[in-house]
């Protein structure tokens, strides 16, 4: 029920978003954790635009300064792209912060919102994920249109190997026309590491959980290990693979009690 209530909650924030013509959506939340700290709701909707990169850093700053706690502990994702410079500002920020991204069910995150969801330190693509090569808007007569699109392509390889991805995504997005979006499987997914925690993050919450609670590491592998078998017991194979929330990889939730006390209260948003 929480998640049925959350797609639908998504879907009028997204004409909430459209009327009031902003892509990037912040809101504190009236609930708060088991620490006392606020959540709130930081959100990427519709095209991505420069003016979009200065706005969500301004609302990280807001999310630090007032010691907010994200619902999911995640920025949430659904865009069909727009400026990939913008993309990369955005991903590099939520890099900074130790954020995690997520793309719920049923959602959309392609071209440059892709570049912003793989800058999470843990990312949750659960939706779907798309890639296309760069998109010129104006017809391009200019001689040096092949420099420029080589340019273009270094930067991207540049990004991705600073967000510890694949080269193969790029392939993937190098190879499909501007016009079309290639969506990555399950199985692309989690090679490319869009269903996990990066391994020097999660080897660091790791250390700082085992301190704090006394299990030793071995336990907090099979928790999680556990964890990820109960949601995935009814797959046959790798075809609609349900990752451990971000919340949990990360260890600010125990694993198997995530963090959505925040949103029983997200009707409030609007």
Same mark, same amino acid.
């Given at each position: 029920?929480?998640?049925?209530?959350?797609?639908?909650?998504?879907?009028?924030?997204?004409?909430?978003?459209?009327?009031?013509?902003?892509?990037?959506?912040?809101? %504190?939340?009236?609930?708060? $954790?088991?620490?006392? #700290?606020?959540? @709130?709701?930081?959100?990427? *909707?519709?095209?991505?635009? +420069?003016?979009?990169?200065?706005?969500?850093?301004?609302?990280?700053?807001?999310?630090?300064?007032?010691?907010?706690?994200?619902?999911?502990?995640?920025?949430?994702?659904?865009?069909?792209?727009?400026?990939?410079?913008?993309?990369?500002?955005?991903?590099?920020?939520?890099?900074?912060?130790?954020?995690?991204?997520?793309?719920?069910?049923?959602?959309?995150?392609?071209?440059?919102?892709?570049?912003?969801?793989?800058?999470?330190?843990?990312?949750?693509?659960?939706?779907?994920?798309?890639?296309?090569?760069?998109?010129?808007?104006?017809?391009?007569?200019? %001689?040096?249109?092949?420099? $420029?699109?080589?340019? #273009?392509?270094? @930067?991207?390889?540049?990004? *991705?190997?600073?967000?510890? +991805?694949?080269?193969?995504?790029?392939?993937?997005?190098?190879?499909?026309?501007?016009?079309?979006?290639?969506?990555?499987?399950?199985?692309?997914?989690?090679?490319?590491?869009?269903?996990?925690?990066?391994?020097?993050?999660?080897?660091?919450?790791?250390?700082?959980?085992?301190?704090?609670?006394?299990?030793?590491?071995?336990?907090?592998?099979?928790?999680?290990?556990?964890?990820?078998?109960?949601?995935?017991?009814?797959?046959?194979?790798?075809?609609?693979?349900?990752?451990?929330?971000?919340?949990?990889?990360?260890?600010?939730?125990?694993?198997?009690?995530?963090?959505?006390?925040?949103?029983?209260?997200?009707?409030?948003?609007?």
């Amino acid at each position: 029920m929480v998640a049925m209530r959350r797609h639908w909650l998504v879907i009028l924030l997204c004409v909430w978003a459209g009327m009031a013509r902003a892509d990037v959506f912040f809101e %504190r939340q009236d609930s708060v $954790d088991e620490s006392g #700290r606020r959540y @709130a709701v930081l959100m990427v *909707l519709g095209q991505i635009t +420069v003016a979009d990169a200065d706005t969500f850093e301004r609302h990280l700053k807001t999310i630090r300064k007032e010691k907010l706690r994200l619902v999911d502990d995640s920025v949430w994702l659904q865009s069909w792209g727009g400026n990939r410079l913008a993309g990369f500002a955005m991903g590099r920020m939520i890099r900074r912060n130790h954020l995690a991204t997520l793309v719920q069910k049923g959602e959309e995150c392609n071209s440059a919102c892709v570049w912003v969801l793989v800058g999470g330190v843990c990312r949750a693509a659960i939706g779907h994920v798309g890639v296309h090569r760069v998109v010129f808007f104006e017809p391009q007569y200019r %001689r040096d249109l092949e420099w $420029d699109l080589a340019r #273009r392509d270094r @930067a991207l390889k540049r990004y *991705l190997n600073e967000m510890d +991805v694949p080269l193969e995504l790029w392939t993937i997005a190098h190879s499909t026309p501007s016009w079309g979006v290639a969506y990555l499987s399950d199985i692309r997914k989690r090679i490319y590491g869009l269903y996990t925690t990066l391994p020097a993050e999660q080897e660091r919450r790791v250390a700082t959980y085992v301190k704090q609670t006394r299990e030793s590491k071995l336990d907090v592998w099979k928790q999680l290990r556990q964890r990820e078998m109960a949601l995935n017991s009814n797959q046959p194979d790798d075809a609609d693979y349900q990752p451990v929330p971000c919340s949990e990889q990360l260890l600010l939730t125990q694993p198997g009690q995530s963090s959505e006390s925040g949103t029983e209260d997200l009707e409030q948003v609007l």
